[in-house]
């Protein structure tokens, strides 16, 4: 191998590192525009966009083959490969945008809303301006260089954010968010050419073994897109635009730490797992990463839910509160998320494509049903705990998978974060103990809200960490644990900050 696992294993982590800066900070500018955007549009708006963005999705995924993820698995590609991959997207995207301009009017019969004849038409520059980007920013990712994927799509992001709020001042309209998202994606063009040097040319002299592989990513985004989006059409179509707007910005709250910090792992670690190529390094890493995501993306998702009731009135206004039951149930949705792991990515480097496939046909066989029921019983209440009822059932079959693939086991991985587990448990009763026992004064200005909420946050953050200390030691301080991991990394870090010298067994 060109490298060793230490050095893929390190480029992964700062990788990682990246990545989870770059959605930290889309996350952080996603939610500042989020607040300010509740507070100038209504529910409707935000649930008409979301339908439109479905709409419109929906015609995409059924063409993605997700050529770039073939590009990074594939570690011999030349040029023609790209080439190819560039010809490919080019084409669908004139295709798409076709169909979205066409669809547009029946789509609106449909939903009877009339307002979304104009807005899914203008929506059809989405997938041609995809389909003209450079494919060569998929060497950004492939090559472990994430700095450059850091600015590219930070970038896009940042002009897209400032856009959005600023007509939304303006308008007041939910345009403000289609032209957000326009800015960003034509910033994202443009940058895609000045940050690489690839220019595409017109070939298709490798669309076979493009497709081999990326035939299975297609059915895994059409399931992928089914799971992402059938809340938002069963709910557009058993209630209203109000509906699906409540319930996308609650499940916009209550995934924050999904978005910000698992999915870019996942981002990160796939071409890292593809690297590595060994199966026992890509298990060890994999069990690695399920422990750090555990320990810190469980104790924050769970702790969404418990203060919902406490920054839904701060944050977003009396209009928004019918979303706070829903956020307390999807925070434990987002939970199950963290326990899951970088499983997929690790499927896709020992090339079982397959298998993530089956995991999504799983999981969307049992979510749409369960919404379906979900809605007609207990209206967004029921939509939400359907969506946790399937997220079980989707674990489970992932780690069955986990288990027959790569010959780990469920208490294997229980090992890694049992203690981080507990110390959630901790963490809601130290919560629960503070807002219950003590009752916090519901101060009626804006300046008591938020120091209560912050001391509930601080309790929160100092029972769990205490928690997972005073395990860890009664564990005996175990060398290979998460714990042991993140110290070792802290120590270092505060060493290179301060100057201090490193002890003689980490230089070793």
């Not at 996350?27 to 979301?50: H, N, Q, T």
């Not at 986990?402 to 448990?425: A, E, G, P």
Request: charged share 15%; with cysteine; glycine share 8%.
């Amino acid at each position: 191998m060109a490298d060793s696992a230490s050095s893929i294993g390190a480029r992964m982590v700062r990788g990682a590192a990246w990545m989870v800066l770059l959605r930290s900070t889309h996350s952080m500018l996603g939610f500042i525009s989020m607040l300010i955007l509740a507070r100038l549009l209504v529910p409707a708006d935000f649930g008409l966009v979301a339908l439109g963005m479905a709409i419109v999705g929906g015609l995409v995924v059924f063409s993605e083959f997700n050529f770039g993820q073939a590009l990074i698995q594939n570690q011999a590609t030349k040029r023609e490969h790209y080439d190819t991959a560039w010809t490919l997207g080019l084409l669908r995207g004139f295709v798409l945008a076709g169909l979205v301009f066409l669809l547009a009017k029946p789509c609106a019969a449909l939903f009877g809303d009339d307002r979304l004849i104009g807005l899914v038409s203008a929506m059809a520059l989405f997938p041609l301006i995809e389909g003209m980007t450079n494919i060569g920013v998929v060497d950004f990712r492939k090559e472990l260089v994430f700095h450059k994927e850091f600015v590219y799509r930070f970038s896009g992001r940042l002009a897209g954010v400032i856009t959005t709020v600023s007509l939304a001042i303006i308008w007041q309209s939910y345009w403000a968010l289609f032209f957000g998202q326009l800015v960003n994606q034509c910033l994202r063009l443009v940058l895609s050419y000045a940050m690489h040097p690839y220019r595409p040319r017109l070939s298709l002299s490798t669309w076979r073994e493009l497709f081999h592989f990326s035939k299975w990513l297609l059915l895994n985004g059409i399931m992928g897109f089914s799971i992402n989006r059938a809340s938002t059409f069963v709910i557009a179509g058993a209630l209203n635009a109000s509906a699906v707007g409540l319930f996308t910005l609650s499940a916009e709250i209550a995934s924050l730490i999904q978005q910000a910090a698992i999915a870019p792992l996942k981002r990160a670690f796939f071409p890292g797992y593809a690297k590595l190529g060994d199966v026992e390094a890509i298990k060890s890493m994999l069990l690695r990463a399920h422990g750090i995501v555990v320990l810190f993306a469980a104790p924050a998702t769970i702790g969404i839910g418990i203060t919902a009731e406490l920054f839904v009135p701060i944050l977003l206004g009396e209009r928004w509160l019918d979303t706070v039951v829903i956020i307390e149930i999807l925070a434990l949705d987002a939970f199950l998320v963290a326990m899951q792991g970088q499983v997929r990515p690790a499927f896709l480097a020992v090339n079982r494509p397959a298998v993530t496939t089956y995991l999504s046909a799983v999981y969307a066989f049992t979510l749409i049903p369960a919404l379906l029921m979900g809605v007609w019983s207990a209206g967004l209440v029921g939509v939400a705990w359907a969506s946790v009822a399937a997220r079980l059932v989707q674990i489970a079959a992932e780690f069955y998978a986990l288990n027959k693939i790569l010959n780990i086991s469920f208490l294997k991985v229980l090992q890694r974060v049992w203690r981080s587990l507990v110390s959630c448990l901790a963490l809601i009763g130290g919560v629960a103990l503070c807002i219950g026992q003590f009752a916090l004064p519901l101060s009626p200005t804006l300046v008591g809200q938020l120091i209560n909420f912050f001391v509930v946050i601080l309790i929160g953050v100092v029972t769990y960490s205490l928690s997972v200390v005073f395990l860890w030691r009664l564990s005996g301080c175990p060398k290979d644990s998460t714990e042991a991991i993140v110290f070792t990394a802290l120590r270092r870090v505060i060493s290179k900050r301060f100057g201090a010298p490193a002890s003689s067994s980490e230089s070793r």
